[in-house]
């Protein structure tokens, strides 16, 4: 569409109106400028004709955008479908996936009668132990032992320096000769009335004198001497030659290993069932497997009353020596027959922050109509050991199957298989009630 300016002897098209560039002749600075130019119908026809060619390129270019939008929506969309589908079929099918059956090992609970035990802990102690010292003050001159050594009563372990000692009891000793020899002299001349009683008196004082002197100066030289005052072995040494030895310093410890004690104490519940004499047994960990023997020889008079706990002593036999004072005992009194009770290998246990507990193995019906083994978590409690074995209290009932291997893969429910164990054959593993095939064949790794 045209308009007319009556300004200018021209027509002028509204090129603002299509956002298209207006021409160069429409461009003067000033109105003369464009009076001064001849514009003739032709010219007036081009800038129309300009004007519909802009217009048409903007519609061109609207269809385009048009065009492009659709294609982004199309392309997104088909992006977000795609996503969506994957995303639903992924979790179709986590929510069908089961996994694969856990081996295990498992072995059936069994009800044994087994003898009461008692058990404590405790530890052994020398029947006698000393740290032996001297009585005396001096310099070692002489050491006759080693660390480790098994000494005799009376034998010679530590000498010190006693010359001063030794040369005052020869003094007093020629002293006394000389006192013994005027005490006849004087009482020879007092039966014959030559000197006064006093005088005799005189004499036989200083003979008595003598006489302590001398064996005072040898029960000096004789603390000079540290022997063993009885058999026993002996610690290691803390002292050495020429090194100055007070009175009462320590040397060397001595303690006497056979028999030897053991100390421990148990609940006051427990006091009618033990009595002098008892026979007990004792493990130590430096020897795994070992049993020792022993009987009780010693109840204490009263009850701890922070622990209520009574202490007991037994006396066991050491000959080769091999139990030290200070080992860690686990003590056990036998009390007689017990009650009959469910009884599982110490594996089959399971510990953790809720308390103890075995998983029993049971049989159920699967999705697809098989029957398949299923772990059920049972809470327990432990009684009496014997060896690898555990008395238990629990939901449970004789017969029962309970895993004894693999309990760290488990969970209330987890699918299972079982496999025999590092110490049964296929004929030793236990079959589960309403199982079809509740053996699977051995895994071997790689």
Same mark, same amino acid.
């Given at each position: 569409?045209?308009?007319?300016?009556?300004?200018?002897?021209?027509?002028?098209?509204?090129?603002?109106?299509? @956002?298209?560039?207006?021409?160069?002749?429409?461009?003067?600075?000033?109105?003369?400028?464009?009076?001064?130019?001849?514009?003739?119908?032709?010219?007036?026809?081009?800038?129309?004709?300009?004007?519909?060619?802009?217009?048409?390129?903007?519609?061109?270019?609207?269809?385009?955008?048009? =065009?492009?939008?659709?294609?982004?929506?199309?392309?997104? #969309? /088909?992006?977000?479908?795609?996503?969506? +589908?994957?995303?639903?079929?992924?979790?179709?099918?986590?929510?069908?996936?089961?996994?694969?059956?856990?081996?295990?090992?498992?072995?059936?609970?069994?009800?044994?009668?087994?003898?009461?035990?008692?058990?404590?802990?405790?530890?052994?102690?020398?029947?006698?132990?000393?740290?032996?010292?001297?009585?005396?003050? #001096?310099? +070692?001159?002489?050491?006759?032992?080693?660390?480790?050594?098994?000494?005799?009563?009376?034998?010679?372990?530590?000498?010190?320096?006693?010359?001063?000692?030794?040369?005052?009891?020869?003094?007093?000793?020629?002293?006394?000769?000389?006192?013994?020899?005027? *005490?006849?002299?004087?009482?020879?001349?007092?039966?014959?009335?030559?000197?006064?009683?006093?005088?005799? %008196?005189?004499?036989?004082? $200083?003979?008595?004198?003598?006489?302590?002197?001398?064996?005072?100066?040898?029960?000096?030289?004789?603390?000079?001497?540290?022997?063993?005052?009885?058999? #026993?072995?002996?610690?290691?040494?803390?002292?050495?030659? /020429?090194?100055?030895?007070?009175?009462?310093?320590?040397?060397?410890?001595?303690?006497?290993?056979?028999?030897?004690?053991?100390?421990?104490?148990?609940?006051?519940?427990?006091?009618?069932?033990?009595?002098?004499?008892?026979?007990?047994?004792?493990?130590?960990?430096?020897?795994?497997?070992?049993? *020792?023997?022993?009987?009780?020889?010693?109840?204490?008079?009263?009850?701890?009353?922070?622990?209520?706990?009574?202490?007991?002593?037994?006396?066991?036999?050491?000959?080769?020596?091999?139990?030290?004072?200070? =080992?860690?005992? %686990?003590?056990?009194?036998?009390?007689?027959?017990?009650?009959?009770? =469910?009884?599982?290998?110490?594996?089959?246990?399971?510990?953790?922050?809720? @308390?103890?507990?075995? *998983?029993?193995?049971?049989?159920?019906?699967?999705?697809?109509?098989?029957?398949?083994?299923?772990?059920?978590?049972?809470?327990?409690?432990?009684?009496? $050991?014997?060896?690898?074995?555990?008395?238990?209290? #629990?939901?449970?009932?004789?017969?029962?199957?309970?895993?004894?291997? @693999?309990?760290?893969?488990?969970?209330?429910?987890?699918?299972?298989?079982?496999?025999?164990?590092?110490?049964?054959?296929?004929?030793?593993?236990?079959?589960?009630?309403?199982?079809? %095939?509740?053996?699977?064949?051995?895994?071997?790794? @790689?």
């Amino acid at each position: 569409m045209l308009r007319y300016d009556p300004r200018l002897p021209i027509v002028v098209a509204p090129y603002s109106r299509f @956002g298209c560039e207006q021409p160069e002749l429409l461009k003067s600075s000033s109105a003369q400028d464009v009076v001064a130019m001849s514009w003739t119908r032709q010219s007036v026809s081009g800038i129309a004709h300009s004007a519909h060619r802009c217009a048409l390129r903007r519609k061109i270019m609207s269809k385009r955008m048009a =065009m492009m939008l659709a294609v982004l929506l199309v392309i997104f #969309g /088909g992006i977000f479908g795609y996503k969506w +589908i994957e995303q639903k079929f992924t979790a179709d099918y986590l929510a069908s996936y089961q996994p694969p059956p856990v081996p295990i090992s498992a072995t059936a609970v069994l009800v044994e009668t087994w003898d009461r035990q008692l058990r404590a802990t405790g530890s052994t102690v020398a029947v006698r132990e000393i740290v032996v010292s001297s009585e005396a003050d #001096g310099v +070692i001159s002489a050491i006759h032992f080693d660390s480790g050594d098994s000494v005799a009563r009376g034998d010679l372990l530590i000498e010190l320096d006693s010359q001063a000692e030794l040369a005052s009891l020869k003094s007093y000793q020629a002293r006394l000769h000389l006192a013994e020899i005027n *005490f006849d002299r004087d009482s020879k001349m007092l039966s014959r009335s030559l000197i006064s009683t006093d005088q005799f %008196d005189r004499s036989k004082a $200083e003979l008595d004198e003598i006489k302590a002197l001398v064996e005072q100066t040898q029960a000096i030289i004789a603390q000079k001497s540290v022997r063993a005052p009885f058999d #026993g072995k002996l610690g290691i040494r803390q002292v050495s030659e /020429g090194q100055y030895l007070a009175a009462g310093e320590a040397a060397v410890t001595l303690q006497s290993l056979d028999p030897i004690f053991v100390d421990f104490s148990f609940p006051e519940q427990h006091l009618p069932d033990v009595h002098l004499g008892q026979a007990l047994t004792f493990t130590i960990k430096a020897y795994p497997g070992r049993i *020792f023997t022993g009987r009780v020889t010693a109840i204490d008079a009263r009850v701890d009353e922070r622990t209520r706990n009574i202490a007991v002593r037994g006396e066991a036999p050491n000959p080769e020596h091999q139990l030290l004072p200070g =080992m860690f005992a %686990d003590v056990q009194l036998n009390l007689g027959k017990g009650e009959p009770a =469910m009884v599982v290998p110490e594996t089959a246990i399971s510990h953790s922050l809720y @308390g103890q507990a075995v *998983f029993e193995i049971v049989s159920r019906l699967s999705p697809a109509g098989d029957s398949e083994l299923v772990v059920r978590r049972r809470p327990v409690e432990t009684g009496a $050991e014997q060896g690898a074995r555990v008395q238990i209290e #629990g939901e449970l009932t004789a017969g029962a199957v309970v895993v004894i291997n @693999g309990q760290n893969k488990l969970q209330e429910g987890t699918r299972v298989k079982i496999v025999p164990g590092p110490d049964q054959s296929s004929e030793d593993v236990p079959r589960v009630e309403g199982a079809a %095939d509740p053996v699977a064949a051995p895994v071997v790794d @790689g």
